[in-house]
């Protein structure tokens, strides 16, 4: 089954309130210019767009503590004091308060979780929300710029309503910690998560002996990879670990997580990979679905910190794929001559980077065997595939 | 942070009466690796579940060894001069003590009762807590020269960019004369600090953004 160019976009205008402070890295222009890019090049009808409503109290409650979110609200009050907030994880330099903040991050939740609904229900085959993917929220913690876990919320609103078995998968270059440690004991939740080591980065964790409690214990999967890793250290971990795991553990649905800082450019990390992950990880998701769960899938977005030269590109390769539209080489000259006058940096002209466009890592044997390894006790250690 | 505060209070215990069938049963069925021994509340020695194996013959002499094991008892076994904690000890110093005699747990007693135990698993879980690695942090380490001031001094730094701090560590530096401080910090977005850190003339040690292209 090819994608039919019918999948669901779901995107609201609002989605760009969702902003913390002028100089954050977390900068929602990314969602215009990728929305405008994928429009640009024409992948996008004006009825596949789908406007969300918020995740109401009671959806955010099934993964949150409601005094976090009485917490939030109160936050939102433009008059609220940053100094307040402290115990929640609010009002730092990473998660500032800002007027709005509830409503803002309630929308994006129900974003998320109106495409787990579409996809569900049968509506659509697969769903995108780029502006999801806030994975580091905690149940009464924000974390790492995200307020409320818009995939916990969609998961657990999949696994009430229609009881689904749920594959998560994270190729953010952090850890997807916020989701692992919410359904951490729930065997009918699988979540994996590929990631630069917490040795140094944010948020520390992501071992591989994190593999989940209780009965839970295996259904957590991590995947950290050294700093440095390049393109095809990087899938082979992706292909050598989910497929596997993902057809052994039969989900009904698949969530993936499509944040794109583990590319070189990003400045938050300190992975080495180009665009041609970000064209082949959506590919390898959707077979999955396909060949697993009757299709059905939810995409979101997450990290990317490079706006400028990573985040639309990947994020258009990410819906082309999803939409079954063939990619160009180029970008549009109208999108690159609109967005050349704002931006910081010289933009690319390809959707994947050409050969040589980086320099070579020199430890790369080296690299390349320490996640060899890796995956090997990854796989080792993973009780349900054998 | 105190022994009495991650020590197991509900203590499963021998008696010196008790047989070694017994002792493994109760070992066994608990998953323990250490029995405290005691007698009126008192603590009167300690048996662990290598000695109980070690005291059980080859299969060989199975049914032989099947009497030994009901016809000994756990008084004949145990060791007497156990190590111990009090519950108001640093966990820090019980660390120290089950390095330095190569124990696996130490019973906790407070004037002769025993009160509880610790184990070696106990001490790690709480040095894991203390180091920070449980809550969402990057880490920074500096290299700092080995004089009064210094920590005060990166602490500014974090305080002037409202970034709080899960964990500090400080080692003795590979560099003589220096020592490092390691930070777990709870941002994600360490730049401006480790900016700050340098443009303070200290230097940032073992980070990837401060390594040419990968070579850690
Ligand atoms: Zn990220």
Redesign the pocket.
């Known amino acids: 089954m090819v994608a039919n160019g019918k999948s669901a976009f779901i995107y609201s205008d609002a989605f760009t309130k969702y902003k913390f402070a002028e100089e954050h890295p977390f900068n929602p222009k990314r969602l215009e210019m990728t929305l405008d890019l994928i429009k640009t090049i024409g992948f996008l009808d004006a009825d596949q767009i789908i406007t969300p409503r918020m995740a109401t109290q009671e959806e955010l409650a099934r993964v949150h503590d409601t005094r976090y979110l009485d917490a939030v609200q109160a936050a939102s009050q433009p008059q609220a004091n940053p100094d307040d907030f402290a115990t929640w994880g609010l009002g730092t330099e990473d998660t500032p308060i800002f007027a709005g903040m509830h409503e803002a991050t309630s929308l994006i939740a129900g974003g998320t979780l109106l495409a787990a609904d579409l996809v569900m229900s049968g509506q659509y085959r697969y769903a995108l929300n780029m502006a999801g993917g806030l994975h580091h929220a905690r149940r009464a913690e924000a974390s790492g710029f995200c307020v409320y876990n818009d995939i916990a919320v969609a998961i657990a609103h999949v696994r009430e309503k229609y009881g689904a078995r749920v594959a998560y998968i994270d190729t ?3 850890h997807g910690d916020g989701v692992q440690w919410i359904f951490y004991e729930d065997p009918d939740v699988l979540t994996i998560s590929l990631h630069e080591t917490g040795k140094y980065l944010y948020p520390g964790t992501g071992e591989i002996i994190e593999r989940g409690e209780g009965r839970g214990y295996g259904y957590a999967v991590n995947v950290p990879l050294e700093a440095f890793t390049e393109d095809d250290s990087w899938m082979n971990a992706v292909r050598s670990v989910i497929i596997p795991t993902i057809q052994k553990f039969a989900p009904d649905i698949i969530f993936h997580q499509n ?1 794109c ?1 583990a590319h070189t450019y990003d400045p ?2 300190h992975l080495s990979a180009s665009t041609h992950i970000y064209r082949e990880m959506p590919k390898i998701t959707r077979l999955l679905a396909e060949e697993m769960c009757d299709g059905r899938l939810v995409a979101v977005g ?2 990317g910190y490079d706006i400028w030269r990573v985040v639309p590109r990947a994020w258009t390769m990410l819906w082309a794929e999803l939409n079954g539209n063939e990619l160009p080489e180029r970008l549009p000259k109208a999108w690159l001559e609109r967005w050349q006058l704002e931006a910081s940096t010289a933009l690319p002209e390809f959707f994947l980077d050409p050969p040589g466009s980086f320099e070579a890592i020199p430890r790369r044997a080296e690299i390349e065997e320490k996640n060899e390894i890796m995956v090997r006790r990854v796989l080792n250690g993973t009780p349900f595939l054998y | 942070m105190l022994v009495e505060q991650i020590m197991t209070r509900e203590v499963v215990t021998l008696s010196p009466d008790n047989t070694l069938q017994e002792a493994l049963d109760l070992s066994h069925h608990h998953r323990l690796r250490h029995l405290p021994v005691v007698q009126d509340g008192l603590l009167v020695g300690l048996i662990s579940d290598r000695d109980l194996r070690a005291a059980a013959p080859s299969t060989l002499e199975q049914a032989e060894s099947d009497q030994i094991l009901h016809d000994i008892r756990v008084e004949q076994l145990m060791i007497k001069d156990v190590i111990t904690a009090h519950p108001l000890d640093f966990v820090e110093d019980a660390a120290a003590q089950i390095y330095k005699h190569s124990v696996g747990c130490l019973p906790v007693v407070s004037q002769g009762k025993l009160t509880g135990i610790v184990t070696e698993r106990d001490i790690l879980r709480n040095l894991v807590e203390m180091m920070g690695v449980n809550a969402p942090t990057s880490r920074i380490e500096v290299e700092v020269p080995d004089k009064t001031g210094m920590l005060a001094n990166i602490s500014d730094l974090l305080r002037a960019r409202r970034i709080n701090t899960s964990a500090v560590m400080v080692f003795p530096s590979a560099k003589e004369g220096y020592r490092t401080i390691v930070f777990r910090i709870r941002t994600m977005d360490p730049r401006r600090f480790i900016q700050d850190i340098e443009a303070a003339g200290y230097r940032v040690v073992g980070h990837p953004s401060m390594m040419t292209d990968g070579e850690v």
């Open positions: 953010d270059a952090h944040g800082d938050l990390t997450g990290g």
